[in-house]
């Protein structure tokens, strides 16, 4: 285990440092966190970070990554790799999945932000159509390459944690129709790491921030009224 303690910078809401969090705390690494406001970006976080984005991770004074599979890797790497498989064919299939789960998170920037029905029906197919590709992947769990937790899992784990909110606000069911992926979601769910990356009021924070969207699902929030009949899977 490795024993420096590191700074992970981050935002309350933010995907990405979820996915570093879990990584983290998978190996049992020692970590402070900082969120700041990404609205108003300090002057010293302007200074570390050279894509003016969170996650980064302040390894030492002199060194600090940034770009969550970056991070993950990065800690993986000096814990024991088990976090990845050992074969390089396979831990590149799991590259190209958790770039998968980012463009997953993309979709749901869509979804969230779509000003009105049809828009939110185009941004609902395509996160059908992701799930669907995830169910015809799946094994028979409970992670991702089934009997081992991996960075694959740490990827989606922040994607699913949406829908807790979504589903309160819209009434839909929005894994219905992919079985395997409706019950990794919910191992995901339960997993200590998953659970400890975000704080206690995530899922207000995120209502909140939800509601300041000009959009369908803003007014939703802003309602606290769920009308959508649509099952987006």
Request: proline letters at 4%; aromatic letters at 10%.
């Amino acid at each position: 285990m490795e024993s420096t303690k590191y700074t992970l910078i981050s935002h309350h809401l933010c995907p990405y440092a979820q996915r570093a969090a879990i990584a983290l705390l998978e190996n049992d690494v020692v970590y402070e966190r900082k969120n700041i406001d990404l609205g108003n970006k300090p002057d010293w976080f302007l200074k570390l970070s050279p894509l003016g984005k969170v996650p980064l991770l302040v390894v030492d004074d002199e060194t600090v990554l940034f770009e969550s599979s970056v991070i993950a890797e990065y800690i993986n790497d000096m814990n024991g790799g088990g976090l990845l498989s050992g074969d390089a064919l396979k831990r590149a299939s799991q590259r190209a999945w958790i770039e998968f789960a980012s463009q997953a998170i993309a979709n749901i920037g869509r979804y969230i932000t779509a000003a009105d029905e049809k828009a939110l029906d185009l941004a609902a197919t395509q996160l059908g159509k992701k799930w669907q590709s995830l169910e015809n992947m799946l094994g028979n769990g409970p992670w991702f390459t089934g009997d081992e937790f991996s960075l694959v899992d740490a990827a989606f784990a922040p994607v699913f944690r949406y829908f807790e909110t979504l589903e309160q606000l819209t009434h839909i069911e929005y894994f219905e129709n992919v079985p395997k992926v409706s019950a990794w979601r919910k191992a995901l769910a339960a997993r200590p790491s998953v659970h400890k990356a975000v704080g206690h009021d995530y899922g207000e924070r995120l209502l909140s921030f939800l509601a300041g969207r000009d959009s369908v699902i803003g007014k939703l929030a802003r309602n606290r009224q769920p009308v959508l009949s649509r099952k987006a899977a």
